[in-house]
């Protein structure tokens, strides 16, 4: 690497498109996020690797791998553009004036939902910050955890993730869920009266891949383990497949439970809290603009909290009338964890 004496803009270009290759994991992938050809993102692979003076991955019929010199370099890529966005939101503090950007990270199926307050918050914040632009991004959650958590990303918002003690987490409102199902699955047409717990816990049931760091244990199991779906709308995909239970959020199946396409599974015992949050780490406490944006979320939030006009009927809609529950069935499954 003795030939990157010195770095250039045009280096800076180079390495983000090696990092977005190792991220996305194949070159085809790379090319739909960055908008390039595939043979411009091999010439600007090949131009890192000559600057570099060592070769950095595998392309080609075998597929994609990750040399011992990438992994260095990708990982000192990363902290690079960690210290530059530092450097950005720390003289971000000197002078209001001047035009800035605040990078927000959003879990994807978060925005759709009645209680998301997002859109007002970017409202009230740029009446105080007119010269502030918004670089927004809908990401699946466990990149939008990374990124925020490599300072690459000023706020995230999404669900709480354990895993990244680093990372500050304020509540912004709960999302509700229920486990449902489509109307070719087995369990659709059994009466509430006759679903019990083992059936529900039996069936084979899809879940989010990465973010499911805390789950129920169906999923370690492989008797009940079912498809994976990367995003909200592919999990949803696979329930009204027919091939799998699963959870939804109330603002995603509620059209689906009126149209008869999915069921709800005993509201009763499979109702889930998720809480949504707004999500900073380390770099972002040096960055007013980050500290502020996330306080007019927060108030953003609370005033629809407290605001008896807001509509919670997707919730109730999802909760239809029970028959009397049998005495060791009525205990249920309110817990506080991911079911994204």
Known sequence: ?????????????????????????????????????????????????????????????????????????????????????????????????????????????????????????????????????????????????????????????????????????EHLYDEHAWICCAPKHPLFHVADEDLTREMIETATYCHRGHLEYFHPERVRQSETRGDIGHGAQAHLALILSGRNIGYLPSHMAERYVEQGLLRVLRSDMTHLVNPITAITGPSSSDFKLARRFVDCLIDLHMEAAADPNVSTLAAARMKTPRPAARSEERDTFDIKCSAR
């Open 1 to 169: 690497m003795s030939n990157l004496s010195q770095i250039y803009d045009v280096d800076l270009k180079l390495l983000r498109c090696f990092c977005t290759i190792v991220e996305e994991g194949s070159f085809t992938a790379a090319q739909a996020t960055l908008n390039l050809s595939q043979s411009m993102l091999s010439e600007y692979l090949k131009s890192l690797e000559i600057r570099l003076g060592t070769r950095l991955c595998q392309r080609g019929p075998k597929g994609f791998k990750l040399f011992r010199e990438g992994e260095v370099v990708y990982q000192a890529a990363k902290e690079l553009f960690a210290s530059i966005e530092t450097f950005k939101q720390r003289a971000s503090n000197i002078n209001e004036g001047t035009i800035y950007e605040l990078s927000l990270g959003i879990q994807d199926g978060i925005v759709d939902n009645p209680k998301c307050r997002i859109a007002d918050a970017m409202e009230r914040f740029s009446e105080y910050y007119p010269n502030v632009r918004f670089k927004v991004e809908i990401m699946l959650g466990f990149q939008m955890i990374g990124r925020v958590a490599d300072g690459l990303i000023h706020v995230g918002i999404g669900l709480i993730n354990d895993q990244f003690h680093q990372l500050s987490f």
